[in-house]
Structure formats: C-alpha cells, structure tokens
Nanobody, 121 residues
C-alpha cells in the first residue's frame, strides 16, 4: 500500500504565505504525476497544481503566479508554495499521486487525508 501525508496547513492573513508538503511512503515503484487539489465547503474538489515526474507543471488560472509546485523524486515528496494568499484560497488541500505499486506493478491513484488552509481578510 501507498500512503500520502500532508503537512503545513494553517491560518494566515490575506497576503501571507504558506508552504504545504506531501510525503509518499509504502510500496512505491515509481510516482508519475503528483498534484494538489482543494475543496472549499459546499464546492467541488478542484485542481490547484500538478507536476509530472519530469517537472512539467500546470496550474489553475486562479493561482498562477502566486503558487509554485515542486517535487523531489528521490524523497517522493511534493511541495506547494503559496504566496499572496487570498480569502478565496480557504479550503481543504489534498495531495494526489499516480503511483505504480512495486509489488503488483499496478497503477494506483492515491490521495492524502488533506490539510486545512484558512485565509482571513
């Protein structure tokens, strides 16, 4: 099995910064895409940013220029640096990874438990 554990959420004032981290562990052969999604109360979960194993990134229009996603393939981690935070960024943030399991070689979609980001105005 593969697990994702997020950290770094919290409460911040508008204009502030937070850094989210996600670490994968377990029966990992290789991790392909890694990404961050968010879900605000009463809203659907949406893509924030995704990064391929090669480092190609894609961002939601609402965060482009403010958020930066990066990863460390050797450590199986992905990070989301969030700057110039706005109240509308308030949501639960979830890490997601496309993982090939080392024991079965099957591709798995794995989600973390989420971490809460609250931005006050």
């Amino acid at each position: 099995q593969v697990q994702l554990v997020e950290s770094g959420g919290g409460l911040v004032q508008a204009g502030g910064s937070l850094r989210l981290s996600c670490a994968a562990s377990g029966s990992i052969f290789v991790i392909n895409d890694m990404g961050w999604y968010r879900q605000a109360p009463g809203e659907q979960r949406e893509l924030v940013a995704v990064i391929s194993r090669a480092g190609t990134t894609n961002y939601a229009a609402s965060v482009k220029g403010r958020f930066t996603i990066s990863r460390d393939n050797a450590k199986n981690t992905v990070t989301l640096q969030m700057n110039s935070l706005k109240p509308e960024d308030t949501a639960g943030y979830y890490c997601r990874a496309d993982v090939r399991d080392i024991t079965t070689l099957k591709s798995l979609e794995v989600w973390g438990q989420g971490t809460l980001v609250s931005v006050s105005s």
